[in-house]
């Protein structure tokens, strides 16, 4: 590693528009006046840092549930996953991750299996850090069956300035753990729903680490 590589990671191929509309906009902001054109500047390299797509290093256990995404736990609490991914509607323990608009936006998955459903849902934009946001926000449920057979359920939420989810995997695909499989912009939260009688190892609060933070271990 070096000293570049250390502060300037590659951008997720998502945002290379954003970033050229922010450009663009700080090069006009500087024909108008120079102050406006450094703070255009400024906002164009917040848009890069947003969209930022880092390399993780992902536990190599295939018993262990990992982060899908960068943030802080928000909610841990019983709660029947979304219904339109056919599961059943016994209450399991959602554990929510709350991404901020400084956090990496890149979401992967928190187990490796076979994408079983995927499920779009449109809805309202509360802020996501909120219970409710579970429930009435636009999501996009994704359901996981592990080769045991149990399924997990992860969630894409929108949140207050959210207004685009990104879900690069399809049905039927296979995923490994902390493989790439979706994106949000700008602000919002993931939700997983452990298998039933799976207990959380972290606490509200705690700063998670998309594809490296342990969340639970299935043989505990």
């Not at 999501?139 to 690069?168: E, K, W, Y």
């Not at 790439?180 to 298998?195: N, T």
Request: charge should be neutral; hydrophobic fraction near 50%.
């Amino acid at each position: 590693m070096d000293m570049a590589s250390t502060f300037i990671k590659p951008m997720h191929p998502e945002g290379r528009k954003f970033v050229a509309i922010f450009a663009v906009i700080a090069l006009i902001l500087f024909v108008i006046w120079e102050p406006l054109g450094w703070l255009g500047v400024l906002m164009t390299v917040w848009c890069y840092y947003f969209f930022r797509d880092p390399e993780r290093v992902t536990p190599d256990r295939p018993d262990l549930v990992i982060s899908p995404a960068d943030g802080v736990i928000s909610l841990i609490e019983p709660a029947v996953p979304p219904a339109e991914l056919g599961m059943a509607d016994t209450p399991l323990t959602r554990v929510s991750v709350f991404m901020n608009v400084f956090n990496c936006h890149v979401n992967r998955a928190p187990v490796g299996g076979t994408v079983q459903a995927i499920a779009y849902r449109p809805g309202k934009f509360f802020n996501a850090s909120l219970d409710k946001a579970s429930v009435d926000n636009e999501r996009n449920s994704v359901r996981i069956t592990m080769a045991d057979g149990r399924d997990i359920a992860v969630v894409q939420i929108a949140g207050l300035v959210a207004r685009r989810i990104v879900c690069f995997t399809k049905p039927n695909e296979v995923l490994a753990p902390g493989e790439r499989f979706g994106l949000i912009r700008f602000g919002s939260r993931l939700d997983v729903y452990l298998p039933e009688g799976v207990a959380p190892m972290v606490a509200i609060g705690q700063t998670m680490v998309a594809g490296e933070t342990v969340i639970a271990d299935l043989k505990a």
